[in-house]
């Protein structure tokens, strides 16, 4: 079994629609992160969280939220949806070393 | 701030040839370098790293090292093949135990038989 996965993989939704996206690890990781991937841009940090208790904003938090329900999960949440963002969103954990542990992707289409 | 940048692509190459793909980053203190890989349909994963300068990562055939006085980090691979195509990721961390990275744009690298 993978040991970050993402859910949905996909998803279509509509303008103004909330959302969600979660995410789960078994690494046994205090940190986990989410990126944003738009072509030609590389990725962009949107939140991250060292631990529990600990959730911090990233590069292009504006239009997002999180969830840390456990150590294991961490939700990515988008309020309102709109269009452009329509994304690629990763999720990611690490040990407390600098080396980063990425999930498959949720590809998202906001109509 | 912390920036990388690394070649636009698309690289296309035949089997066998030689791969470089540029990578220069600025940033304060001493960051980590890494170069990180996406095959299709999948999410990253970490192809090396090095982590102070002169230190040389390795791995798959794919080698970068970390050159100060020039704040490089380029990839290379003497001989590609079809299942390296894939777009390579740039990335720094700065130093200390801020361990978020920042990513360059990314390249695309395809490999002909």
């Known amino acids: 079994d993978a040991d970050v996965t993402q859910t949905p993989r996909n998803r279509i939704t509509k303008t103004g629609k909330r959302i969600m996206l979660e995410c789960s690890q078994t690494?046994?990781?205090?940190?986990m992160y989410w990126y944003r991937q738009d072509p030609g841009l590389g990725l962009q940090l949107i939140y991250y969280?060292?631990?529990?208790?600990?959730?911090n904003k990233g590069e292009i938090s504006d239009g997002y939220s999180v969830s840390r329900q456990a150590q294991a999960k961490f939700s990515l949440s988008l309020e309102s949806a709109i269009p452009n963002q329509t994304a690629l969103y990763f999720c990611?954990?690490?040990?407390?070393?600098?080396?980063?542990?990425f999930g498959p992707g949720t590809r998202l289409l906001v109509l | 701030g912390n920036s990388v940048t690394q070649m636009e692509g698309p690289v296309t190459l035949s089997e066998e040839a030689f791969l470089t793909i540029n990578c220069t980053y600025t940033?304060?203190?001493?960051?980590?370098l890494f170069w990180y890989v996406q095959y299709p349909g999948e999410g990253l994963q970490l192809l090396l790293k090095?982590?102070?300068?002169?230190d040389k990562g390795s791995n798959k055939g794919f080698e970068a090292t970390y050159r100060k006085e020039t704040t490089s980090f380029h990839l290379e691979k003497g001989s590609v093949q079809v299942s390296d195509s894939a777009v390579y990721f740039c990335?720094?961390?700065?130093?200390?135990?801020?361990?978020?990275?920042?990513f360059g744009k990314g390249t695309l690298l395809t490999v002909n038989p």
């Open positions: 990611a954990t690490s040990d407390g070393v600098e080396t980063q542990y």
């Open positions: 690494k046994g990781h205090d940190r």
């Open positions: 969280s060292f631990d529990v208790k600990d959730i």
């Open positions: 940033a304060t203190g001493y960051p980590s």
């Open positions: 090095a982590t102070k300068a002169d």
């Open positions: 990335a720094l961390a700065p130093g200390g135990s801020n361990y978020k990275l920042t």
